[in-house]
Nanobody
Framework: VQLQASGGGLVQAGGSLKLSCAAV????????MGWFRQAPGKEREFVAG????????FYADSVKGRFTVSRDNGKKTVYLQMNSLKPDDTADYYC????????????????WGRGTLVTVSS
């Protein structure tokens, strides 16, 4: 499956942004889709994930209550709604696909899209 993330941009602290990840491939529904982020000088970290077939979700503690992951199976697209953004949320955001629900390590994801930059100003 091929992935393409979009929707990044510049937003003020406290604002919102919605990222999209479009998938190309016939087996989209077989995967768990995850969102990761990587800030300058830091390791890539897990943000949120969703089971495409059933819609179950899981989140990193740092974004619980602020970010929401969702999907539109008909459009083969996964979304990340980000609210109450903080400067610490500034990073390149990536979407990825994995075989197993609940996985949060980047090594466990098989397919990756190119990142989209989110910058949160204070």
């Amino acid at each position: 499956v091929q992935l393409q993330a979009s929707g990044g941009g510049l937003v003020q602290a406290g604002g919102s942004l919605k990222l999209s990840c479009a998938a190309v491939g016939r087996t989209f529904s077989n995967y768990v889709m995850g969102w990761f982020r990587q800030a300058p000088g830091k390791e890539r970290e897990f943000v949120a994930g969703i089971l495409v077939a059933g819609g179950a979700t899981f989140y990193a503690d740092s974004v619980k209550g602020r970010f929401t992951v969702s999907r539109d199976n008909g459009k083969k697209t996964v979304y990340l709604q980000m609210n109450s953004l903080k400067p610490d949320d500034t990073a390149d955001y990536y979407c990825a696909a994995a075989r197993y629900y609940g996985v949060t390590r980047s090594e466990e994801y098989d397919y990756w899209g190119r990142g989209t930059l989110v910058t949160v100003s204070s």
